[in-house]
């Protein structure tokens, strides 16, 4: 067996469901956050091409386990290979697009929309990846590689989050916040789009396509915006999500600042500078 085949095999083998904050999740979450060590040591660490490249190779990473993702989800090896794709797991959630806008910062030149996709990747992603890592109840499952990629996918909103604050590439301001939110409307918009696609073309009488679960053809799922559905008819649900989605976005944005301004007066201390 190849090297190759012996890593593939690993990550198709079983484990026990993790649990939340069991061992599994605890030592994901510690990573989330070591792994800013490294990145903010490296001697270019503030450069502004040394920032770009970092989010885009964070991106690569995390299409390319998106992709495996996909593979192991849509082929069942039981009585020879079959192929069915799972349109459940069509990889355009929330939790999803820090893929694309990665991949779109990385690769364009700086500017006002290289600017808004950095500021949704610092704001609305860390949302979005600290939800899941903070309460990670629907995301394991009993295999390895899929467990390791959801980790990996959701951790790294955190990181890349953190990382593009602490370096200064996002600026810590009030107005990143308007920065990032016409990315996330455009999201937003596309996931409305497909799942209205997926309900004319007859998709839903077979399958389950709820992309950023906010579809009014699908039964509720979303943690706490399912109990907003149930009673706020469409399109004002969807207000109330986009409303409740920038206000938490906001939030993180508030508690970076917070931070950064206590780092400010630390090492404005007299102490830490005689130290």
């Known amino acids: 067996m190849s090297f190759w ?3 593939l095999a690993f990550l198709d083998s079983s484990m026990e469901t993790p649990t939340p904050f069991g061992w599994f999740h605890l030592m994901w979450l510690a990573i989330t956050f070591l792994a800013l060590i490294p990145l903010l040591r490296l001697p270019k660490a503030q450069s502004p091409d040394h920032v770009r490249r970092v989010v885009l ?5 995390v299409t390319v386990l998106e992709v495996y993702k996909q593979i192991n989800y849509s082929f069942s090896y039981e009585s020879g290979i079959t192929f069915d794709y799972q349109w459940y797991a069509f990889p355009f959630q929330f939790c999803s697009t820090p893929m694309y806008i990665g991949l779109l910062a990385g690769l364009i030149k700086k500017g006002k929309v290289h600017e808004s ?3 949704y990747l610092a704001t609305y992603a860390v949302f979005a990846g600290a939800a899941v890592m903070l309460c990670p109840n629907d995301v394991f499952i ?5 467990n390791i990629q959801t980790m990996i996918c959701h951790g790294s909103m955190i990181t890349i989050g953190i990382y593009l604050f602490a370096t200064g590439y996002v600026k810590l301001e009030h107005k990143t916040l308007l920065r990032a939110l016409p990315v996330f409307a455009v999201t937003v918009g596309l996931a409305a789009v497909m799942n209205e696609i997926a309900h004319l073309t007859g998709l839903l009488e077979t399958e389950t396509f709820n992309m950023f679960y906010i579809s009014p053809y699908c039964d509720p799922h979303l943690l706490v915006y399912k109990d907003v559905q149930a009673v706020v008819p469409f399109p004002w649900s969807l207000v109330i999500y986009i409303l409740g989605f920038t206000a938490a976005a ?5 508690l970076a600042m917070g931070i950064g301004k206590l780092v400010g007066k630390l090492k404005a201390s007299p102490r830490v500078n005689a130290a």
Request: charged share 0%; net charge neutral; proline share 0%.
């Open 57 to 61: 190779v964070t991106a690569i990473i």
């Open 142 to 146: 009993s295999t390895i590689g899929i």
């Open 117 to 119: 996709l950095c500021a």
């Open 250 to 254: 906001y939030v993180i944005l508030l």
């Open 5 to 7: 085949q012996s890593v």
